[in-house]
């Protein structure tokens, strides 16, 4: 079945879910989310039959395709793991409580997080960078990182996740013949600019020659995916939740730690600092985009915890630093993709993502201590 607005209260008192109570006084809501998903957020009654009463999180594909099907089951391997594997069991201390999946009709139900606002509204709204914000990011994702795929390969459920390299690996390794065929003009000219370029090219297939299985990894690492507390400034709560593990695979732990560096600097080109009108005070020129001298403590704080946390020694963290850098050339390239659609040409910030790219291709270690503050 398909969840709509008007059978979903049916499919949850089905499930029980949800009791007729709540339907009849009014307690119960269903809110539809945007997202390339049906996902909605289920507010119910304190009598409901699981002896819970905290809002839940529903969400369906809506194209029942190979590729959409197999997204979703994969994130629900992820809470397979956490509720079922000793090993992952830590995974829990983050991702929100699993209820169910049910397999037959795709639809995986987790409880919703009260009180929660995502990372990129807590980024827009507060302005801010907290250092404290940044060890949570780098203890929760390194708490999975650190263990190895070695010992894990037998299990039944690992057999679920493709061990694939990301998309933009597989675009840049055809010359980007795999990318869409249907393309706009704006996707044109960003291949355009990349193909055309040898040693762009040439840089790309070194960053590629990198890529190391060795643990799990979410695989769609950007602030809308991590959720925290809407108050954390006034109450120093800084504990995260991670979402969407719909890309989770087994794969190269520095993609997930690029994608961290790669959020920041995506602030600093799309939301650039701009001056204050004239008729403002010079003091209101902070409420203009977001500088990168602002966030290079936190991208510090972030990786000094992450490479701590990992156990690397002096050499591992040189090298994987550098990697990251590349890796994080290629995330930029994925970011210019993302902020082309729909637009009929190349946006300029667009255009300045990919002249980041290829700089900190050209220059990883000029890129380390100017742009990462490193």
């Excluded at 995974?91 to 929660?116: C, K, M, Q």
């Excluded at 263990?147 to 061990?163: G, Y």
């Excluded at 990168?292 to 002096?314: C, D, G, K």
Aim: with cysteine; charged share 20%; proline share 6%.
């Amino acid at each position: 079945m398909l969840l709509t607005g008007f059978n979903i209260a049916h499919y949850l008192l089905d499930k029980g879910y949800l009791t007729p109570h709540a339907i009849l006084d009014g307690t119960f809501t269903a809110h539809q989310t945007s997202s390339r998903n049906a996902n909605y957020l289920i507010n119910r009654d304190s009598e409901s039959d699981d002896g819970a009463d905290r809002a839940l999180f529903v969400k369906q594909v809506q194209n029942w395709d190979q590729e959409k099907t197999q997204t979703l089951r994969t994130e629900a391997t992820c809470y397979w793991l956490a509720n079922n594997e000793a090993a992952y069991a830590q995974l829990n201390t983050f991702l929100p409580r699993f209820i169910e999946f049910d397999h037959p009709n795709h639809i995986l139900i987790t409880e919703a997080v009260p009180g929660s606002i995502n990372l990129h509204d807590f980024y827009l709204q507060e302005r801010q960078f907290p250092l404290p914000l940044a060890t949570h990011q780098a203890e929760l994702l390194s708490s999975f990182h650190q263990r190895t795929i070695t010992a894990d390969q037998d299990l039944p459920s690992f057999r679920l996740f493709r061990r694939q390299q990301p998309v933009v690996f597989i675009w840049s390794a055809s010359n980007f013949a795999s990318y869409n065929p249907q393309q706009s003009e704006a996707e044109r000219q960003m291949i355009h600019l990349i193909t055309h370029n040898h040693d762009y090219m040439q840089r790309l297939q070194a960053v590629r020659d990198q890529w190391q299985i060795s643990s799990l990894t979410h695989g769609d690492i950007k602030p809308a995916n991590f959720l925290i507390h809407r108050d954390a400034l006034q109450t120093n709560r800084y504990d995260l939740r991670l979402i969407d593990w719909e890309t989770a695979d087994i794969g190269d732990p520095c993609w997930d730690v690029a994608a961290v560096f790669q959020s920041y600097l995506f602030y600093w080109v799309v939301h650039e600092p701009l001056s204050p009108p004239a008729a403002q005070p010079p003091a209101a020129s902070n409420t203009y985009g977001f500088s990168l001298e602002a966030m290079q403590p936190s991208i510090r704080q972030f990786w000094a915890v992450y490479a701590q946390r990992m156990r690397w020694s002096a050499e591992e963290t040189r090298q994987n630093l550098q990697k990251t850098v590349g890796y994080c050339a290629l995330k930029l390239i994925h970011t210019c993709y993302e902020s082309i659609q729909q637009a009929p040409a190349m946006p300029p910030h667009s255009a300045r993502l990919l002249q980041l790219s290829l700089n900190m291709l050209r220059s990883p270690d000029e890129a380390i201590r100017q742009v990462l503050g490193l």
